[in-house]
């Protein structure tokens, strides 16, 4: 089964100036709450594409002290949930907080949760990456773990646009754009590739032994097939 996956980018100057500070009201499918932007507490998106993503998003979620990056976006999140062992202050007008203070799930595991039980089919996370490496790998193995129950589940930062590849990916590019493709479980087998300057054909990464980094794309759509294991696919906004 083929899955078409779009990562969404601002163009440079197209938005002006910033959102109101408060709650805004973003229309739905259908009044359910389908996608969500989940902000973490890494480091902050440019504001162009926070704009981009939350003009998309029926709800917006901080884990814990992501709430501070939300609120440096002009905006107030419509929910904050964590252990809040970061996030000390209270709730804005119109923001609910939610203490959930189980150590066996990280904040943005809760958030997540949070979100499939409101009916979220989409996520974007925001704030996923950072100054902590620790931080950064806990959050891609979160993103492996939650992949299978969205419908489409993406991670943003400032260089681009991170997802677990389904089995056959395709992907809307631009000639000289960067992929890179990472084996998350370790190992990922029968790889093969169509439209990257350096392709692919039945071939194997594994981590310490080969990586697939910076490669580049070389026609307005690419195609990666895959099968088995779980593919890091990292794409250049």
Not at 158 to 171: E, N, T
């Amino acid at each position: 089964m083929q899955r078409q996956l779009v990562c969404v980018v601002p163009v440079l100057g197209g938005v002006a100036g910033k959102a109101a500070m408060v709650p805004v009201q973003r229309v739905g499918w259908g009044g359910v709450l389908m996608t969500a932007l989940v902000y973490g507490n890494g480091s902050r998106i440019p504001q162009e594409l926070f704009v981009l993503h939350y003009d998309r998003c029926d709800l917006l979620i901080a884990a814990d002290g992501g709430a501070y990056n939300v609120l440096e976006h002009d905006v107030v999140p419509d929910v904050i949930i964590g252990d809040l062992d970061s996030y000390t202050g209270k709730a804005p007008a119109g923001t609910e907080l939610i203490h959930k203070p189980d150590q066996e799930t990280n904040d943005l595991q809760k958030a997540l949760s949070y979100a499939l039980e409101r009916g979220v089919r989409r996520a974007v996370i925001a704030g996923g990456t950072g100054d902590r490496l620790d931080h950064g790998l806990n959050n891609l193995s979160v993103l492996q773990e939650y992949t299978p129950r969205f419908e489409s589940l993406i991670m943003i930062d400032i260089f681009g646009c991170y997802f677990v590849a389904a089995h056959d990916q395709r992907l809307d590019t631009y000639p000289g754009q960067t992929v890179s493709l990472f084996p998350l479980s370790g190992r990922v087998d029968g790889i093969t590739t169509e439209g990257l300057r350096y392709p692919l054909h039945d071939e194997t990464l594994e981590n310490g032994v080969r990586n697939g980094c910076l490669n580049q794309a070389l026609a307005p759509t690419i195609r990666i097939r895959h099968a088995g294991g779980a593919l890091l696919v990292i794409i250049e906004h």
